[in-house]
């Protein structure tokens, strides 16, 4: 499978080719032309994506830079009908399929994998996550139906989708599953602060998960990886700044991620990286 700066490369090739083909005999030239039909094939089967959370954040971001590069991009909100940045999205690029699935619905997941079920999905990511964090998520006010609510969408959620759609990415080429997780998890270097009790939690058990689910598909070749945004900052009208430090622009953040998912191989499955790729401490 080729990427946009491969398939210019082989562009290139069959230009070249045209002088050669002039040069061969007839055995040479039908070699050629085979030759030329098999890459080109190739090149025009796109990579694809899979975005869960891609209606608005760091998922439609995700959606949009992955569309603009040309990839196939199933891009999944869970509202009843497709919100309108998915619409406005699917017009600029026809490459995008909108579907709906709430990940903590075991019926609507399975259902979406049987109609993707001939559908090779070369990235699975896991960015749909509840981070709302208010006082219900401080001690001693803790709401338990939010703390439910809050564990089943970042950690079942993710488990539940990875699991219905490995036929998928087990008949994609670059067989990926990354999970979008955060520094709010670590337990030996934690961001400071106190608050978001289940939201904290509930990234500790993601980042758990996956580290056991790596074991479970290190034999399928299937590369497992944790990826933290860093500070995100949705909009240039947000503060520059936070208790945490220098906030990143949601689009750098990205494209940073994407680059890094890019490089991924097996020798990085289990990991628990910064958007940049740089490894950070569990």
């Known amino acids: 499978m080729l990427d946009g700066s491969n398939r210019n490369r082989a562009i290139e090739w069959l230009r070249a080719s045209c002088a050669a083909i002039r040069r061969c005999g007839a055995a040479g ?10 890459l080109m ?11 869960t959370g891609a209606n608005s954040g760091l998922g439609l971001e995700f ?3 992955y569309a603009a590069a040309g990839w196939t991009v199933i891009a999944i909100h869970r509202h009843d009908s497709t919100p309108d940045s998915l619409v406005d999205l699917h017009k600029q690029y026809r490459n995008v399929r909108p579907e709906r699935m ?35 998520q401080r001690f001693g006010q803790l709401d338990y139906d939010v703390g439910r609510a809050v564990l089943a969408t970042n950690v079942l959620g993710p488990l539940l989708v990875s699991e219905a759609f490995l036929p998928q990415v087990e008949k994609g080429t670059q067989k990926k599953i990354v999970s979008i997780t955060s520094t709010h998890a670590s337990l030996t270097e934690p961001t400071p602060g106190s608050g978001g009790i ?10 758990r998960a996956m580290i056991v689910v790596t074991d479970d598909l290190r034999a399928k070749g299937i590369a497992v990886v ?3 945004p860093g500070s995100v900052r949705m909009s240039r009208d947000e503060p520059a700044t936070s208790t945490y430090g220098k906030r990143i622009m949601v689009d750098v953040t ?29």
């Open 102 to 136: 709430d990940v903590t619905d075991e019926n609507q997941v399975h259902a979406l994998s049987e109609k993707l079920r001939d559908v090779p999905i070369d990235v699975l990511i896991n960015n749909a996550a509840y981070t709302d964090i208010g006082p219900d």
């Open 41 to 51: 094939a190739n090149a025009c089967r796109a990579d694809t994506v899979m975005i």
């Open 29 to 38: 030239t039908l070699l050629l032309l085979m030759l030329a039909a098999l």
């Open 254 to 282: 990205v494209g940073a991620m994407i680059k890094t998912i890019e490089h991924l191989s097996m020798a990085d499955s289990g990991h628990f990286l910064l958007f940049d790729g740089s490894p950070l401490a569990w």
């Open 198 to 207: 289940f939201y904290r939690a509930s990234k500790a058990g993601l980042n």
């Open 63 to 65: 959606a949009r830079q």
């Open 226 to 228: 944790l990826i933290h």
